[in-house]
């Protein structure tokens, strides 16, 4: 058994690794250019939406997906879309599992999220537009969010 110093055991402590990290699906389009690439009148308005979806692969490993959703409207003129659909593989040991589903919706997509960040403000760059840096986002707000959602939905009669 490993210790750590202090007398713990690290094998019961609990886990999160990274496995692996992949684009599964990324797109961006520039539907009006070259009209959209000059200047604009007035900033345009951005429109993200997020959403992380995850399944288990195996025991104790899981894919987790961060999907982002974007595009940015001048008065009626679509300038830019993207979808990206980010994920990760994640290996969970020693983690409750009451515990379990909060740290595969919360701490996995935290941890994409910067390099989803940079893959998108990459990408609206290379489609000549100055980079989208998407402000940080709270995975716990969102992650209540759905879970209110879904006890919602079930509480719905059909």
């Known amino acids: 058994m490993a210790?750590?110093?202090?007398?713990?055991?690290?094998?019961?402590?609990?886990?999160?690794?990274?496995l692996a990290q992949y684009t599964k699906d990324l797109s961006?389009?520039?539907?009006?250019s070259p009209q959209s690439l000059g200047p604009q009148e007035q900033a345009p308005a951005i429109n993200i939406q997020v959403?992380?979806?995850?399944?288990?692969?195996?025991e104790g490993e899981f894919e987790v997906e961060l999907v982002l959703e974007g595009s940015a409207l001048a008065k009626e003129t679509v300038l830019f879309k993207f979808?990206?659909?980010?994920?990760g593989?994640?290996?969970l040991r020693n983690i409750p599992e009451a515990?379990?589903?909060?740290?595969?919706?919360i701490e996995c997509p935290r941890l994409l999220f910067p390099f989803a960040r940079q893959i998108v403000a990459d990408n609206v760059?290379?489609?000549?537009?100055?980079?989208?840096?998407i402000d940080p986002i709270d995975f716990v707000a969102l992650y209540r969010q759905r879970i209110a959602q879904m006890q919602t939905a079930n509480a719905t009669p059909a």
């Open 3 to 18: 210790d750590n110093g202090n007398g713990a055991n690290n094998e019961a402590l609990p886990q999160l690794n990274v």
């Open 83 to 87: 979808e990206l659909n980010y994920a």
């Open 125 to 133: 760059r290379n489609g000549g537009f100055p980079p989208l840096f």
């Open 28 to 32: 961006f389009e520039n539907p009006n």
């Open 99 to 105: 515990e379990l589903h909060a740290v595969i919706m």
């Open 51 to 58: 959403n992380v979806n995850a399944k288990q692969l195996a």
């Open 89 to 91: 593989v994640f290996r």
